[in-house]
Every structure is written in structure tokens, then in C-alpha cells.
């Protein structure tokens, strides 16, 4: 009993704390559980059969200067199938290895293919931000792609969710995830065979699951 009884002190001075802390417990607002994103299904146009592989690199090394070597040693097949994910930290290399997939930036040592009939998307919010604020989607989409009656365009919106009069209003009083559906709903016109979404927050509102495959 004497070897336990420091510990009983102890649960009885603290008694008084815990009754405070249940008090401030129970002064706090009942929380309602999170809901459930919102998540939402796009299905871009089949494109055509091309032969693999679409995108390709051979022992890539890169660094966008001698000193600092960025990514070391990379191989990948990118073929109609292919489903790939890049994770890693701030900083990683993960844009940059989507610069050398796409061609924007050449590998420093090693060897990057393009299959040249291979349309690519590449979604980033810097195309967000570059649709016409000043025009509407169905005149934005018009004017990239003439040559369509203006249903077509605005039927084509609404398969990414863009209906009604919002395919009318100026693209610049549209709320973030609209914006993302306008650009999704442009990328998707070129009928890609690759699509490359880099860092898409999907303006934090919507989570996109999209199919740019076969
Ligand atoms: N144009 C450039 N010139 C020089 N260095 C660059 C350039 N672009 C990126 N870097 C550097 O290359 C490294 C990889 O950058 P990258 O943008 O590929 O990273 P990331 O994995 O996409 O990061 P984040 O998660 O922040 O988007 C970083 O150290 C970055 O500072
Ligand atoms: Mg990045």
C-alpha cells in the first residue's frame, strides 16, 4: 500500500484538472461528421489505337544543371493501358519528370521517345488559369475548336458537368471547380491518348476520376 500511495496523490491532485478539462469538453460544440466528397465521373472520347509504346524513357538522367542532378537512371513505358502515379516530396522531381515525358525539357543523358501520333492532355492549374476569362465556355470551346454547331459544344460541356446557362456566363464569374471542368471539357476535345494531371487539387471541391484510355 505505501509503495502505491504517491500515485494515489497524484490521481487526486490532478482530479481537479480533469474536472476542468471536461468541462471545457463539454463546452465544445457537437461536431457532425465529415461528408462525403463529392466525386464525380468523366469519361473522355475514345481516341484512336496507336501502337506502343506511346511515351518512353531509356536510362534518362537529368538535371537542369551540371551541379544538380535531378533524377538519375529513369525508365518508363507509358502505353495505352498504363495507369502510373508519381509520388514524392516537395521538390522531388515530379513535374520535371513529366517536362521529359512530354518532351518539354531533353534528357541530359539517356533517351526519351514520343510516339508522334500520340495526342497528350496535360493538366496543370497554370491551364486553369490561362481560359479566357472574358468569354463563355461554349464561345471559348468555339473558338479553339471551329467548325461545330454550337449544341455540339455545349453538349460536350455537359458531359463534364457544365450545363445550361453556366455554359453561357463568362468563364471568369465561374467558381473554381467549374474552371477545372471548362479546362477538363477543352483537354478532352483533342481526344487524347495521354493524360497528364500534375498537382490537380480539382480546386479542392471535387475529386475527378477521369479515363483517357483505349
Ligand atoms: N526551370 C528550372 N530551373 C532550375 N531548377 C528547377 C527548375 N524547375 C524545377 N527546378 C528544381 O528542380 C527540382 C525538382 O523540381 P520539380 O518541380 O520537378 O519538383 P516536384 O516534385 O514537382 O515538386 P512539387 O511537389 O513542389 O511540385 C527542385 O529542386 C526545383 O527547384
Ligand atoms: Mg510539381
Do not use: W
Not at 514524392?88 to 518539354?104: R, Y
Amino acid at each position: 500500500m505505501s509503495r502505491s500511495y504517491p500515485q494515489v496523490t497524484t490521481l487526486t491532485s490532478s482530479a481537479p484538472q480533469a474536472q476542468s478539462k471536461i468541462k471545457i469538453l463539454e463546452k465544445l460544440p457537437e461536431l457532425e461528421p465529415p461528408e462525403e466528397d463529392e466525386s464525380e465521373s468523366f469519361k473522355f472520347p475514345d481516341p484512336e489505337k496507336i501502337s506502343p509504346p506511346l511515351l518512353q524513357l531509356d536510362e534518362v538522367t537529368f538535371g537542369y544543371s551540371p551541379e544538380k542532378t535531378i533524377l538519375k537512371g529513369v525508365n518508363i513505358n507509358v502505353d495505352l493501358d498504363s495507369r502510373i502515379a508519381v509520388i514524392g516530396p516537395n521538390g522531388a522531381g515530379k513535374s520535371t519528370l513529366i517536362k521529359l515525358l512530354t518532351g518539354a525539357i531533353q534528357a541530359t543523358i539517356g533517351r526519351s521517345t514520343i510516339n508522334s501520333r500520340c495526342r497528350i492532355a496535360y493538366f496543370t492549374q497554370h491551364h486553369i488559369d490561362q481560359l479566357d476569362s472574358t468569354v463563355s465556355p461554349v464561345a471559348f470551346l468555339q473558338a479553339k475548336f471551329p467548325g461545330k454547331v454550337e449544341q455540339d459544344y455545349r453538349s460536350h460541356l455537359g458531359a463534364f458537368g457544365i450545363t445550361g446557362l453556366t455554359g453561357l456566363q463568362k468563364i471568369g464569374t465561374l467558381s473554381g471547380g467549374q474552371k477545372s471542368r471548362v479546362a477538363f471539357a477543352v483537354l478532352s476535345m483533342q481526344r487524347p491518348h495521354i493524360l497528364l494531371l500534375d498537382e490537380v487539387s480539382a480546386d479542392r471541391s471535387d475529386s475527378l476520376q477521369c479515363y483517357a484510355d483505349d
